[in-house]
C-alpha cells in the first residue's frame, strides 16, 4: 500500500521568505513517482514539480524545488521567494501500483495550507 | 496546452434526482482519466480509473452503480451521480492523462449540492 503524510495542517511565511512543506511517503513498489499540486481557493489542481523514484537530482521548476531523500523516504517542497499568490493549499502525492494490481494510481496526502504574509 | 474542462462548474439539485458532469480533454486525447472527489479541508480521494473504450476500475468502497462512469472517446469522461444524496454533496475533480499516470492534468472541478 502506497501511502503519503503531510504533518502540517497550516504554514506561516513572511514574503519573500523561503518555506519548506515537508511529506513523506511509503511503498513496497521500487518505483514510483512523487508530485507537488498547488489548489487555491478557486478549487483547481495545479502541478507545481514531479520527482521521480530512479531520479539522481532534486526536482526544480523556478521557485520549486523538491528535496528528495530515498532513504528518508521523504519529499520536502521548498518554495523559494515566497509571494502572496502562493497562498493555497499544497498537496503531496505519489504514483504506484494501486493494492488490487494491475494499474497505476496517485494517492493524495491532507495537504498544507500555506499562508504569504506580506 | 493540455486542458482539461468540466461541466458543470458547479450544480444543485433534488435529493433522488441524477447529476451528470463531463469531462473534457481540449487539446489531447486522453488514454486514461481519473475521477476524484475533494469533501472541504480534505483531500482528494480516488473514486475510479476509465480507459477509454473499457470498464471503470472503481477504488473500494466507491459505489458502481451509484456513480457511473463512461469514457466513451479518448476527449470525453462521464460521471453520472444517480439518485443523489445531500451527502453526496462534495467537489468532483476529473484529470487526464496522455501517456501514463506521471502525467495528469486536471480540470476545474464541479461543485455539486445536492438539497
Known amino acids: 500500500a502506497q501511502k503519503i503524510t503531510q504533518t502540517q495542517p497550516g504554514m506561516f511565511v513572511q514574503e519573500k521568505e523561503a518555506v519548506t512543506l515537508d511529506c513523506t511517503y511509503d511503498?513496497?513498489?521500487?518505483?514510483?513517482?512523487l508530485f507537488w499540486y498547488k489548489q487555491p481557493s478557486s478549487g483547481e489542481m495545479i502541478f507545481l514539480i514531479y520527482?521521480?523514484?530512479?531520479?539522481?537530482q532534486n526536482a526544480t521548476e523556478g521557485r520549486y524545488s523538491l528535496n528528495f531523500q530515498k532513504a528518508r523516504k521523504s519529499a520536502n517542497l521548498v518554495i523559494s521567494a515566497s509571494q502572496l499568490g502562493d497562498s493555497a493549499m499544497y498537496f503531496c502525492?505519489?504514483?504506484?501500483?494501486?493494492?488490487?494490481?494491475?494499474?497505476?494510481?496517485?494517492?493524495f496526502g491532507i495537504g498544507t495550507k500555506l499562508q504569504v504574509i506580506p | 496546452g493540455a486542458v482539461v474542462s468540466q461541466h458543470p462548474s458547479w450544480v444543485i439539485c433534488k435529493s433522488g434526482t441524477s447529476v451528470k458532469i463531463e469531462c473534457r480533454s481540449l487539446?489531447?486525447?486522453?488514454?486514461?482519466m481519473f475521477w476524484y472527489r475533494q469533501f472541504p479541508k480534505q483531500s482528494l480521494m480516488l473514486m475510479a480509473t476509465?480507459?477509454?473504450?473499457?470498464?471503470?476500475?472503481?477504488e473500494q468502497g466507491v459505489e458502481k452503480d451509484k456513480f457511473l462512469i463512461n469514457h466513451a472517446s479518448l476527449t470525453l469522461s462521464t460521471l453520472t451521480v444517480t439518485s443523489a444524496h445531500p451527502e453526496d454533496s462534495s467537489f468532483y475533480i476529473c484529470?487526464?492523462?496522455?501517456?501514463?499516470?506521471?502525467?495528469?492534468?486536471f480540470g476545474p472541478g464541479t461543485r455539486l449540492t445536492v438539497l
Open positions: 520527482q521521480g523514484s530512479y531520479d539522481q
Open positions: 487539446d489531447f486525447q486522453a488514454t486514461t
Open positions: 476509465s480507459n477509454e473504450g473499457s470498464k471503470a476500475t472503481y
Open positions: 502525492a505519489m504514483s504506484g501500483v494501486a493494492d488490487s494490481g494491475g494499474y497505476q494510481k496517485v494517492t
Open positions: 484529470s487526464a492523462s496522455p501517456t501514463s499516470i506521471y502525467e495528469q492534468f
Open positions: 511503498t513496497s513498489d521500487p518505483s514510483y513517482g
